[in-house]
Structures are given as structure tokens and as C-alpha cells.
Nanobody, 126 residues
Framework: QVQLVESGGGLVHPGGSLRLSCEVSGFTLDRYDITWFRQAPGKEREAVSCIHTNGRPYYPDSMKGRVSMSKDNVKRTVHLEMNNLKPEDTAVYYC????????????????????WGQGTQVTVSS
């Protein structure tokens, strides 16, 4: 069955870096785009980045310059590198599969995502 499992979260100091991973099963990364979302306490879930089946990532303006998304189709793993982390980056980070295929670019629209991981907690604090 389709599964997404995040890992790599933890406690990091402000200014630090973290690498999150999302291992998928039940489907292949050459057929589906993947998106990273995050949700802080009391806030709505927001998109962090997405990656197209062709390997091209997209970053919302608010994330540009601080995150980098990549993937390994063979290992069925997607990565999210985050740099210069701030306390406001504290959130649960989720990866999700976009159910819409065969587009020229990936999309971060939440309603298009059909399978989600359980999330991994990232806490940025001194």
C-alpha cells in the first residue's frame, strides 16, 4: 500500500541546519510529485516546497534561499535540507503525494495531495 514515512526531525539551535527525509513505498517517484508541508501549533498547514517527477523543485517565495529539496528515485527517498533555521520554523513537517500526474510543474495545493506521512517534529530553540 502507499506509505510515506518522514524522519530526521529534532531539536536544533537557531542558525542551524537540518535534513529531513521522506521514504515512500507503494508507488514510484518517477510518477508522482512530492511536497513538503509544515504545521506549527495554532497555525494552518503551509507548503515548504515540492519536487516534480523530473527532479525540478519549486520553492514558495517565503522559503527561497533557506530550503533545498532533492530526491533519489532508486532509494525512493525525498530530502529537505533546511538552513539558517529560526524559531518560527518550529513545526511538524509532513511529506505528501500529489495525486495529479503528467503536469509540467509540481503544485503545492493541499487539496491535490492524497497520501500524507505521519510527520516529524522540528524544534528550533536555544
Amino acid at each position: 500500500q502507499v506509505q510515506l514515512v518522514e524522519s530526521g526531525g529534532g531539536l536544533v539551535h537557531p542558525g542551524g541546519s537540518l535534513r529531513l527525509s521522506c521514504e515512500v513505498s507503494g508507488f514510484t517517484l518517477d510518477r508522482y510529485d512530492i511536497t513538503w508541508f509544515r504545521q506549527a501549533p495554532g497555525k494552518e498547514r503551509e507548503a515548504v516546497s515540492c519536487i516534480h517527477t523530473n527532479g525540478r523543485p519549486y520553492y514558495p517565495d517565503s522559503m527561497k534561499g533557506r530550503v533545498s529539496m532533492s530526491k533519489d528515485n532508486v532509494k525512493r527517498t525525498v530530502h529537505l535540507e533546511m538552513n539558517n533555521l529560526k524559531p518560527e520554523d518550529t513545526a511538524v513537517y509532513y511529506c505528501a503525494r500529489n495525486r495529479i500526474t503528467s503536469r509540467r510543474w509540481c503544485s503545492v495545493a493541499k487539496t491535490e495531495h492524497d497520501y500524507w506521512g505521519q510527520g516529524t517534529q522540528v524544534t528550533v530553540s536555544s
